[in-house]
């Protein structure tokens, strides 16, 4: 069968993937991105709670298993754009404290091979290129700049401003949350004739049907195919990456198309792009005489390392109605670095996207026995009009038995042992008990629905670290640039590399470091 040679070879189109596209797109380098999926189809539904949240349509079907046998649908969307299609768009730059070791309650979160200052352009870049709003010098844990966000803050309504207000009057210091979307405001934040954005409800876990969200399809990928040495194949997963006879070089990308045939591509590059998990996946499945342990795993690193933070989402009722749509603008980051009872770090508050009352409805005899209790007079559909919602996100540690790996029958294996469960813990305690300062009823409930029950093994979406980078081959996967230190031409561009995760969204970073890593590869390329 014909091999199909290119410059530069991505095999995804996420943050990762279709961000680099975006970058090499102008070096008039042949570039092919391939995708799994398709385009997302734009229809009704891309709103409808039932469908993305109860009903997981757009999810994939693939059944994996966790540790204990038990199979289960991982958290993960096909389609062009990755899972920036359905991500919060909440775009956090790493705090510097996160680029070396950082002591928690559960032991030392690794050093990175780079620090802060070596992000600080690309982050730069990054916020311009996915339309970051926000407001510098608000949040204390912020990294020095050297520029502002492009865009302005996007403006609390009227109960998150009053949050705000009563965070302040604690002595804390509630910030703008640093959001991707494409949206003009007028001086009472709402969206000026001219924006994308709408200012909707919908931001939060759900496609942009106006596509007004900074994802990587709307803001990457297709401006990327406006140049014609840049092309797009869809539908076409890649099964296995195969070498040159000494095992130094990439020598094909093997596929399988929409109608069932085998493709075979070549490029002078090979990016794998594919999230965390499916990655290191595609790695472990190249395995060969050359590699029998997988494709860039001499050190026997790839798969392992899985992170994904420690997580809950939680709902608290506001005694006073919360008519906000678009309520993702706060976080508050205060024990971030150091919590109120010892030198180790928390994690961050953040807002969540809106709930409704059908979501609330999926769950409803066990939230209304909860709701009930503190607003006995309301209905379901009321009580969702109280409800203020929140994401408390705390660091979970590397750990090498945190892995994914391929079972004898070719199943995939997601294994996760909890690590630093005690930052979250007291973060989540020390949230439930301000509640009554903050205008709310006593206690919050888990919003369980945004996620997976209880943050299973399912809970995929900030995956991050199983194909991880350093300076040491006999420790890491990866080098300094995200070049496998055993491989010529392979690059691995998204979450993967991560060495540790911090405790804020990781998407910024996947987005800054293609770009870095678009600019070695530039310079590679000629």
Not at 139 to 152: C, E, L, N, Q, V
Not at 204 to 212: E, I, M, N, S, Y
Not at 365 to 389: I, N, R, S, Y
Not at 464 to 477: E, H, P, Y
Request: glycine content about 8%.
């Amino acid at each position: 069968m014909a091999t199909h040679h290119y410059d530069v070879v991505i095999i995804g189109s996420g943050a990762g993937g279709g961000t680099l596209a975006w970058k090499l797109a102008s070096s008039g380098k042949r570039i092919l991105l391939l995708e799994r999926g398709d385009y997302l189809p734009r229809e009704r539904d891309n709103w409808d709670t039932e469908q993305v949240f109860l009903r997981g349509k757009y999810l994939t079907t693939e059944k994996w298993r966790d540790a204990s046998g038990h199979t289960f649908t991982p958290e993960q969307n096909y389609n062009v754009g990755g899972n920036t299609k359905f991500y919060g768009a909440a775009l956090f730059r790493l705090r510097p404290e996160d680029f070396g070791e950082l002591q928690h309650h559960g032991g030392i979160s690794p050093a990175w091979p780079v620090g802060y200052q070596d992000f600080e352009p690309w982050y730069a870049e990054a916020e311009q290129l996915y339309f970051v709003h926000g407001a510098a010098k608000e949040d204390p844990t912020d990294g020095p700049r050297t520029s502002d966000f492009p865009y302005p803050a996007v403006q609390h309504e009227p109960r998150i401003q009053q949050l705000h207000d009563d965070l302040e009057r604690l002595g804390l210091h509630p910030s703008h949350l640093p959001i991707g979307v494409m949206l003009d405001q007028d001086e009472h934040g709402n969206a000026l004739h001219s924006s994308k954005c709408i200012r909707c409800d919908r931001v939060d876990g759900f496609p942009c049907l106006v596509d007004a969200k900074a994802d990587a399809q709307t803001v990457c990928v297709d401006p990327a195919l406006q140049h014609s040495n840049v092309e797009l194949v869809t539908n076409a997963r890649v099964d296995r990456l195969e070498t040159d006879a000494d095992g130094r070089t990439v020598s094909a990308v093997v596929a399988t198309l929409a109608d069932g045939s085998e493709a075979r591509f070549a490029g002078d590059v090979v990016v794998v792009s594919c999230g965390a998990l499916n990655s290191a996946l595609l790695l472990l499945r190249s395995a060969s005489d050359a590699h029998p342990h997988g494709l860039a795993n001499g050190s026997d690193q790839v798969g392992r390392n899985y992170m994904r933070h420690n997580n809950v989402a939680m709902m608290a009722l506001s005694k006073e109605p919360n008519r906000t749509r678009f309520q993702k603008t706060l976080v508050l980051n205060d024990w971030y670095l150091k919590g109120e009872d010892a030198d180790f770090a928390w994690g961050g508050i953040q807002m969540l996207g809106k709930s409704d009352g059908l979501e609330l409805r999926g769950k409803a005899p066990h939230f209304l026995a909860w709701g009930a209790k503190l607003m006995p007079e309301k209905p379901l559909d009321a009580l969702a009009e109280h409800a203020v919602d929140f994401w408390i996100s705390s660091e979970d540690l590397p750990h090498p038995d945190n892995r994914v790996s391929i079972d004898d029958d070719g199943t995939v294996s997601l294994s996760i042992v909890e690590t630093n469960p005690e930052g979250l813990k007291r973060l989540r305690q020390k949230f439930q008990s301000m509640m009554s300062d903050l205008g709310m009823h006593d206690g919050a409930h888990e919003r369980k629905l945004y996620l997976h029950e209880a943050m299973d093994v399912a809970a995929t979406a900030h995956q991050a670290g199983t194909v991880r980078f350093g300076t040491d081959s006999a420790t890491s996967a990866l080098d300094a640039d995200c070049k496998a230190h055993d491989l010529d031409n392979l690059y691995v561009v998204d979450s993967s590399f991560f060495p540790s995760i911090g405790a804020v969204n990781p998407t910024l970073t996947i987005i800054a470091n293609a770009l870095r890593v678009g600019d070695h590869l530039r310079a590679r390329l000629g």
